[in-house]
């Protein structure tokens, strides 16, 4: 993105006021009026909420007239959104979202929360079955978890002495503890037993580094760049150094001295962030990629859109079109396509990246359908702090040079291959969705072809979808085709 814009965007969730933001959102003084009865708590920040809603937020001319402000305000502001509860409509607002503590919002949208930093999936430990298993999707690098030796593809069945069933794990997971003790099983001859291994790890307030894993590799003839990258972070929480992104400048800068002329990118458990650090990773491998060419425009609602263009036009600020960056360490001349691994945790901002590039070169997905989310969102908060709520409301619906936005129902992968246990350590070439992509660039096989159509075990929730804003991150998930042992 322009990076004079006083605004940063994000397609999962952003967060900063600037200039703009703060002359334009409306504070608790703005909102009580002095000629009636002093209203109650809920009414003064439910009038903020709607408010601000009706100003900022993409379907401001769905919200109801005359909403109830006497609800708490978690609830009140779900009540303004675009058709919220319509499962039927793929297009309905499923993203926005408020949290009790605006700071708090802001640091987790920083990749800084409260966290033993052990990210997993849940599951059915068969079909049919109402024991719930936790797969270790990843420890965060330097966490307690990470630290504890707690390892991608672990599976446990119990936490703190309760063996978990899809009648308990929700409030097993969802406890206020901040100390839990994992019992864990294993697979044996394909099928997974319980053993007395248990590990303890306890929560503290963690900054995630985004940027997990580059590998280089030589297959065939072939030099094969790869990188696992979990959220689009451009530095820690707070800090003013782009520290993530500049990580990823010296990782492609190390990509060109080694000539790496094919490039698989792995976002699968990537559901977004901020769409600086997009624009910044997709002017790393865009290829022919210039500064006058546009990554993606936003479209905004018709009320605020009159705002940012006068204000924009009077201090040369294009709120409306993204452009890529000129980078030293582009690697694009050497790439003719792209890979791009997923899932149903690929959302917003990695999504971006897919339609964001197509219209520059070839963009191949292996894996399974992506979350299907082509808007964005900022913060909004209170400036005198009488309002300690933080709204992550929809603001924009992005689309790439070509006008093409219609992928709310995700992308459909070019190759599909389903996760399975035993899940491998990311940049094993074994893992069935890297293998994939080792195939379809050198045309062999390192291991043998993943899972595409077995039977899967039916997958709960994930951690992951913490990071989108899910006030519980383990309800009203759909199953998804994950999983299936191998």
Known sequence: MNQHHPWRFALLAF????SLLSSCKKTTDDVTPASVATPTANQTADSWI???????????????????????????????????????????????????????LTSSLGGQTKTSGLEYQLSLRATGSTDVIGVVIYAQKGSPADLAGIKRGDIFYSVNGQNLTTTNYQTVLNDNSTTHTYGFAAITNGQISNTTTTTTVTDVVFQENPVYLDSVYTIKGKTIGYLVYNQFIPGPNGSKTATYDQQLDAIFGRFKQRGVSELVLDLRYNPGGYTSSSTNLAS????????????????????????????GKQNNVDYFNNYFAQKASNIGGNLSRLFV???????????????????????????????????GSITLSDDTGKIPY???????????????????????????????????????????????????????????????????????????????????????????????IR
């Open 390 to 484: 933080g709204l992550q409301p929809i603001v924009f619906r992005s689309y790439n040079k070509n006008n093409e936005s219609e992928y709310y129902n995700g992308f459909t992968p070019t190759v599909t291959v389903n996760e399975s246990l035993p899940f491998t350590l990311f940049g094993d070439v074994s893992d069935p969705l890297l293998n994939e992509a080792i195939f379809q660039i050198t045309g062999g096989r390192t291991a043998r072809k993943g899972v595409s159509n077995a039977q899967p075990l039916v997958t709960l929730g994930s951690t992951i979808q913490r990071k989108a804003g899910n006030r519980n991150m383990f309800s009203a998930q759909k199953p998804m085709p994950v999983v299936p």
């Open 341 to 375: 691994l997923t899932t149903d945790n690929t959302a917003s901002a990695s999504e971006l990246i897919i339609n964001g590039l197509r219209p520059f070169m070839t963009v191949n997905t292996i894996g399974t359908t992506t979350y299907g989310k082509n808007v």
């Open 284 to 311: 790393l491998i865009g290829t022919g990629v210039k500064s006058t060419d546009l990554y993606f425009r936003q479209d905004w609602n018709k009320t605020i859109t009159p705002e940012l263009q006068a204000y």
């Open 50 to 104: 709607l408010d601000n809603m009706r100003t900022y937020y993409y379907w401001n001319d769905k919200i109801p007239a005359q909403p109830d402000t006497t609800l708490a305000p978690l609830d009140f502001f779900y009540t303004l959104l675009y058709d919220y509860k319509n499962t039927a409509n793929p297009q309905r607002d499923r993203f926005s979202w408020i949290e009790s503590s605006a700071a708090d």
């Open 15 to 18: 967060a900063v006021g600037t």
